[in-house]
């Protein structure tokens, strides 16, 4: 009775899997030539076979750009709907992969960044106002990209932003870390004006812009290695240079960033600087206004004129002398160089405006020393020092040139001092590192320039830094452009605003079916996305 049953049940679960796979359907891809065709596919068991079976129906093809499921009715098929820019963001959407930011913001901002990224293309793309974006996003195609963000939700979304400090921080640190930086960085200051009187960092101070506005001061530290910038730091508009140096060194270290390379500007030298950096390792150029340069330019006076010193950089005659120096109790080793070139045009004109106030001078009677020296400061300001004054025998005064000013001006023309604990490295090394560093300027000059950040618009101070946040992104990708570009023959006659304005010419049309369609693509652009690693764009 046993087996009866249980071959019964046997028989009911045969039955069942049976009946079940004659209903069971699922979905199946092919591709067939370029797309990729969708199936609603449907088991069944042939009797007259005796195997099971599928039958297929078409639901239509996998769209190449979206990834979504575009149904093939024919009616609906030809039926244009909207044009728009492609190959800008394209293009830039894969800069984001290719610089490990894609993942890092997804991780730090998940319920915001698609928005991040979208004013992060708009701002490289536009240099306009955050208020029209909504207008350029309607006439640019993404798909992973926010295009209905009005001007409130962008201003609320910086001032969360803004308000966030451990997530920023968060993210410098992911950032920091896939850098994988081993030589070292450079770090400056700049200076962003402001009308607002609400902002509590913006103070007077020194405005690098000469500007008669209050300011906050802006410190950001670019990779050597990377040739990227790490992060930034906002400080008050009163603090100096000097007394964020400090800082720095304590925070790169949190960061993991140790037996690093300083390279800094003529403005954070000083004394207490030397001794804040500790064993730091450090390239720092000397002012003239301190008394060990004027020490070391009057040493090496002699060698920075001889033709045996001269050598080549890049084109460049740099005369060239080192030694040592000692300072609060540190050696130091330091490197001159003087570009020839550069020495030679600007004595030119220093010595002929000389003889012109003389010439000027002469001319003229001057009752008191006074007279003289408001006289020259009329004909050139400053130059007053250059001269003696004396009073001759008709009781009139007249001028001299003051030899010894005179060449401690001319010892300074194309030359710089360059102070450092490095050890072992050659004239070529230092120098390369020292001219690299314009790279952090040009970034400066970008972000006030390209980007339309040189004044804060805004009075509120999340919204503020919200605003910096979304720039620095942008300057992280256009610094890759730069890297790119900088020594590629191909694409070396070609802008960065060039690049972006050359790839809008590449459109996607969409159809009434939900399908999209992209535009012929040049051989320049083809171009374009080859050096740069980017598959290029295809239906």
């Known amino acids: 009775m046993k087996k009866k049953l249980d071959f019964l049940f046997f028989i009911v679960i045969i039955y069942i899997i049976t009946i079940k796979e004659v209903f069971m359907a699922f979905t199946i891809e092919q591709r067939i030539g370029k797309y990729v065709y969708v199936y609603e596919a449907t088991s069944y068991w042939d009797k007259d ?29 030809n039926t244009i709907i909207k044009i728009q820019d492609y190959g800008n963001v394209y293009f ?37 106002p955050f208020y029209l974006y909504s207008f350029w996003a309607d006439y640019n195609f993404s798909i992973n990209q926010e295009s209905n963000l009005s001007s409130q939700r962008i201003s609320d979304l910086l001032n969360s932003i803004g308000d966030r400090s451990n997530t920023q921080e968060k993210f410098f640190k992911l950032w920091i870390q896939s850098q994988k930086e081993t030589e070292g960085f450079y770090f400056d200051i700049t200076s962003l004006s402001t009308y607002s009187k609400e902002l509590t960092l913006a103070e007077w101070g020194y405005n690098r812009d000469r500007e008669k506005l209050r300011q906050i001061n802006l410190g950001i530290t670019y990779g050597i290695r ?32 140790k037996g690093m390379t ?14 804040g950096l500790g064993n730091e390792k450090v390239i720092i150029p000397m002012t003239f206004s301190s008394k060990e340069s004027q020490e070391i330019l009057t040493a090496n006076s002699k060698k920075l004129l001889n033709r045996r010193e001269l050598f080549d950089y890049k084109g460049h005659l740099y005369y060239y002398a080192e030694g040592e120096k000692e300072i609060r109790g540190k050696r130091y080793k330091y490197h001159i160089f003087r570009e020839k070139e550069r020495y030679d045009e600007q004595e030119t004109v220093f010595l002929k405006q000389l003889m012109a106030i003389e010439k000027a001078i002469i001319k003229s009677e001057h009752i008191s020393e006074d007279d003289v020296k408001e006289h020259i400061e009329n004909l050139s300001g400053g130059y007053s020092k250059y001269f003696s004054i004396n009073k001759i025998e008709n009781g009139y005064y007249v001028a001299e040139q003051n030899i010894e000013e005179i060449e401690k001006r001319i010892n300074r023309f194309g030359t710089f001092i360059l102070l450092t604990n490095l050890k072992n490295v050659v004239k070529e090394e230092v120098l390369k ?107």
């Open 49 to 77: 076979k005796k195997q099971p079976r599928q039958k297929r129906k078409l639901l239509g093809r996998r769209d190449t750009i979206t990834g979504k499921l575009i149904k093939t009715d024919r009616k609906r098929k």
């Open 92 to 128: 830039l959407n894969n800069l984001w992969e290719k610089t490990k930011l894609e993942k890092i913001i997804k991780d730090v901002y998940p319920n915001n960044y698609n928005s991040i990224k979208g004013l992060v293309n708009y701002v490289i793309s536009e240099n306009k």
């Open 226 to 257: 990377s040739q990227l910038p790490l992060y930034y730091k906002l400080y008050q508009g009163s603090i100096s240079d000097v007394s964020t140096l400090k800082n720095i060194v304590k925070y790169n270290k949190q960061c993991g960033l």
């Open 262 to 275: 300083y390279i800094l500007d003529r403005g954070f030298f000083s004394k207490s600087n030397l001794e």
């Open 433 to 539: 590192y020292y001219k690299q560093r314009d790279r952090v300027e040009k970034i400066f000059d970008r972000m006030k320039n390209d980007l339309d950040r040189n004044r804060l618009r805004v009075s509120n101070e999340n919204r503020v830094k919200g605003s910096l946040f979304i720039t620095f992104l942008a300057l992280i990708l256009l610094s890759h452009i730069d890297n790119i570009l900088r020594d590629n023959s191909i694409l070396k006659n070609i802008s960065k605003q060039e690049i972006i304005y050359e790839l809008k010419k590449i459109k996607v049309t969409k159809f009434e079916d939900g399908s999209y369609f992209i535009s012929e693509i040049s051989k320049k652009s083809k171009n374009i996305f080859k050096e740069f690693d980017i598959p290029i764009p295809s239906n």
